[in-house]
């Protein structure tokens, strides 16, 4: 598929510059045909001209059928690998012949060729088409039919009246709602094109709530009276929306998550963040509005998440119910079983329903206030030119902390990390010293309760790991000073010999050590980075094997692996004696050579035991 659209794009690119040089030429022959005084040159110039104009019209025909052909291969059910192709043909054909104008030819002087014919493109039949895709399970499908549809005139053909792009609203608000994610990443893309196409370019004041179309938002938001109103209004009453659903959630968090989900709610503003241009002057003529809008929506994702958390946080998140919801299971049951075979929307069990929906809300709110961190001007003295203050870069990088530290559930603490290396990226590049040295406060404060507080049990230390690798990760500079800093820490705290009366119940420093070491270890950002420290890490991994602790002992065998996986690569094939997956001693060696040594005097120990026929008192790889 990837060949024949690459031939393809070649094609139609020969093709519209043999279309403009003939139709050039076409002119050419009938000026040169009135001004002909002879009949016979005047005969055969004209027929040229017919010959021109017939092959002009066999390349129109083709190209007509092509888009008619990609309209009809975008129907509902179509497979993955026929509509993503069908977009990426019209995307090709987009980008050669335009949508209302050609695009310049390279080689022709001409701005604005003259081209004998109008791709149709932007008709009413295939905008309507382009929308359905929204409605696609596949992102790549959604993304590229947003696209193109962008590249449309505004309004969109066939959705010119406001009362269409209301409808058009509501249903896409019918599948935010949804409990599903799929369906609930539909509705959230067309809240995006309609932001996108019709409140930033064209105006229109429109409710994102079907029910509170006429009634005033719940923060009294006036109606819409310029272009640059449009945009903060109906951002204002997206909010609001997303507040009504944050208090359901506060009250009843089962009700919430079978009816009232945040997530798909979350993931529109993310769109609508997203499409926002700070330096346009619909920003700046209500920046002081725009202002509150952020701070609004800054509140509502700490509301967000403080709302969830208690779920997350559990002990043993998967297949936990909160208290307030186990009472009157038993009798519940069967009324449950009778709604389940009802309703064939069911959405699953209690717990599996709750926690979906939480760990999706932190997902979308995380990444919803990544957005708003990345492309926000921020100062950290109040300004008129900055919207985010220091203390809401302090207040995010706080959240984070606290989700990446408290959250148990792995696929929610997973989803928190990019928004964190994308603030550490943002404060770390930033100009204003007091800004850019948060990162440092805060990974010294991480370093330091490694030892400070007890924490209890957790597999592989959850998500502080990664709390300590965003911020490393994201260091721009070449010598990397917080690395080192870290791993020199974590070194000296992993080789201590913990206590052999030490609780098992609680994670002892070491094993926190050992696991964020293997996290950083395992880390392709850092990978050439890290690879200085691999010689003490093999060091630290070996004489773990020997620790008293099981646990120490069990971190050390992983940190082992990670760190030959590491410094040998990938296995290239499966046999474990095949030389490809080796590197030499001598290269090894030149790679590591505190090692040689090291390795040496250990395999003098192992043979020394051997000899003497003693129980090894450590495991010797």
Known sequence: RQQMCAHLSKMLLRLRGNLYSQYRNYKSLLIYADKCTQQSKRDDAL????????????????????????????????????????????????????????PAIEGFTDQQPDFPFTMPIANPRLCKTLVDVFMNPYDFNRVQAFEILCQFPSPLPGMEAKSDVQDLLWWGLNNVVSTRAGESDSGAMVFRLVFTKYVMELGFDLSPEQNAATVASTNKVSAATTVSDAANVFTERLLDLLEKQVHVAKSNLLLASQQHPMHGTLLALQY???????KSTAIKNNFAQWTKTHARAIELIHETCHTVMPVLSDASPEGNVPTDYRQGDDEEEEEEE?????????????????LSCCWRAVKEASSL???????????????????????????????????????????????????YVSLNTRLLTSRDPSIAQLPAEWLQENLDSLTSSNISITRRSAGLPLCILAIVSSEPSVKKKLLNKAITYLMQLASQEPPIDADQRIDLPQVHAYNIMRTIFMDSKLGTHVLEYASQGFSLAINGFSSHSWAIRNCSVMLFSTLLQRTFGTKKT???????????????????????????????????????????????P
């Open 369 to 419: 206030l990544q957005v708003i961190i990345a492309k926000a001007p921020a100062s950290a003295e109040p300004s008129k030119d900055a919207i985010l203050t220091h203390q809401d870069l302090v207040k995010s990088g706080q959240l984070f902390h606290h989700l990446l530290t408290h959250i148990r559930h792995r696929g929610a603490f997973s989803a928190v990390y990019p928004a």
């Open 47 to 102: 027929l040229d001209a017919q010959d021109i104009l017939v092959a002009i019209d066999q390349a129109k025909t083709f190209l007509y059928w092509l888009c008619d052909h990609v309209s009809e291969s975008l129907y509902p059910g179509a497979s993955y690998q026929r509509v993503a192709t069908a977009l990426r043909i019209l995307s090709i054909t987009i980008k050669v012949f335009g949508v209302t104008e050609l």
């Open 574 to 620: 499966r046999d474990e004696h095949s030389h490809v997956n080796t590197l030499t001693g001598r290269e090894f060696f030149v790679r590591f050579p505190d090692l040689h040594p090291y390795l040496l005097k250990e395999l003098g120990v192992a043979v020394d035991q051997l000899l003497q026929n003693a129980l090894a008192a450590s495991v010797h």
């Open 272 to 278: 609508v963040f997203q499409e926002m241009d700070y």
């Open 338 to 354: 009778e709604a389940l075979d009802q309703d064939s929307d069911a959405s699953g069990p209690k717990h599996q329903v709750i």
